[in-house]
């Protein structure tokens, strides 16, 4: 069983239009995150939940809405696409033990506005 | 502003060597830090992490070094295997539970 899962795998969409990725772990991990691989391969934070609440939201458009319905779950939703929203999405969940972490990474959405 | 660099995109080393990948970090408060490798259209995987408390932490063919004073770490692969052959990560942390900051990542080949 894939501990998390993000779908769709690939999305190509026109500009304009409004998309969701959709991401599940099975780890029991109280915290997810999506991250955005851009063209220099540089993996850089979007948005952090922590049991549902937003604890981190750096700076990106609010075309990006994320959505916790549970712990388990974080969808990114992004509205009117554009160009430049091409990159690779990832998503993450993290749990820390007090001394060692475990943090992993979903497959990636590759995503690609014409 | 990079937070976190890993200066050498990539590395090639015969099977049987070690490889030495590094990283460079700037904040002082990084305390947590983590080793990564991605394999094409594939998420990245984690490897070994460390904490400021320890300066080596050891996974079988994994060890990982950190000197703090000098804001650097260093993942060391021995013996390095073709199956080794990927883009290594390095990412860095104030706290656990805070975002992690990653390096560009390192391409490392590892010849038969």
């Known amino acids: 069983d894939t501990a998390v899962s993000q779908t769709p795998k690939y999305l190509v969409t026109q500009m304009g239009n409004d998309k969701s990725i959709k991401c599940e772990q099975n780890?029991?991990?109280?915290?997810m995150y999506w991250y955005k691989q851009d063209s220099k391969k540089f993996l850089k934070i979007m948005f952090s939940?922590?049991?549902?609440?937003?604890?981190i939201n750096e700076t990106v458009p609010n075309r990006f809405s994320p959505k916790s319905p549970d712990k388990a779950h974080l969808n990114l939703h992004i509205n009117s696409l554009e160009l430049g929203d091409s990159a690779v999405y990832f998503c993450a969940s993290s749990s820390f033990d007090g001394s060692n972490y475990g943090y992993t990474f979903g497959s990636g959405t590759r995503l690609t506005v014409v | 502003d990079q937070q976190v660099k890993q200066n050498s995109p990539s590395l090639s080393v015969q099977e049987g060597r070690i490889s030495i990948l590094n990283c460079d970090y700037t904040n002082s408060m990084f305390d947590y830090f983590l080793w990564y490798k991605k394999y094409p259209a594939e998420g990245p995987t984690f490897l070994i992490s460390i904490s400021s408390i320890k300066d080596k932490n050891e996974d079988g063919r994994f060890t990982v070094f950190l000197n703090k004073s000098a804001k650097h770490l260093s993942l060391h692969i021995v013996p390095s295997q073709p199956g080794d052959s990927a883009v290594y990560f390095c990412?860095?942390?104030?706290?656990?539970?805070?975002?992690?900051?990653f390096g560009t990542g390192t391409s490392l080949t590892v010849i038969p």
């Open positions: 990412a860095a942390s104030a706290h656990p539970g805070n975002q992690f900051y």
């Open positions: 939940y922590n049991n549902k609440e937003l604890i």
């Open positions: 780890l029991g991990h109280d915290t």
